[in-house]
């Protein structure tokens, strides 16, 4: 029984670390980008820029605010996706706020 507990703790971290997945915004529709983040928690997205041709730019996108660090909080931005211009995602910013203030994490 200890033996199975232990062998079960040395696996979490394990586990917990697993490699994000990661996408190519334009082989996937909104919705589809949508649902790889939230069946998956977490899913580092790749897409290209809107001001430089040629550069490919990336972010982690999130389902809950509960994949964010400390002092930082969920902000949603724009990214292309192979139907639409503008698909709506939520990553991780830093927060602005005051590390004495109430509810500053």
């Known amino acids: 029984m200890r033996a199975t507990i232990l ?3 040395l696996l979490l971290p394990t586990a917990t670390l697993a490699d994000p997945v990661r996408v190519n915004a334009l082989k996937h529709s909104c919705e589809s980008l949508r649902r ?3 069946d998956n928690g977490v899913a580092i997205i790749r897409y290209p820029s809107r001001n430089k041709p040629g550069l490919t730019l990336y972010d982690r996108y999130i389902s809950s605010v509960s994949s964010c660090g400390n002092r930082q909080m969920v902000e949603t931005m724009s990214i ?3 139907d639409t211009d503008s ?3 939520r990553h991780c910013v830093p927060s602005d706020c005051d590390p004495g203030e109430p509810f500053c994490f």
Do not use: F, K, S
């Open 7 to 9: 062998a079960a703790l």
């Open 36 to 38: 790889i983040v939230e």
């Open 80 to 82: 292309p996706a192979a």
């Open 87 to 89: 698909c709506r995602m």
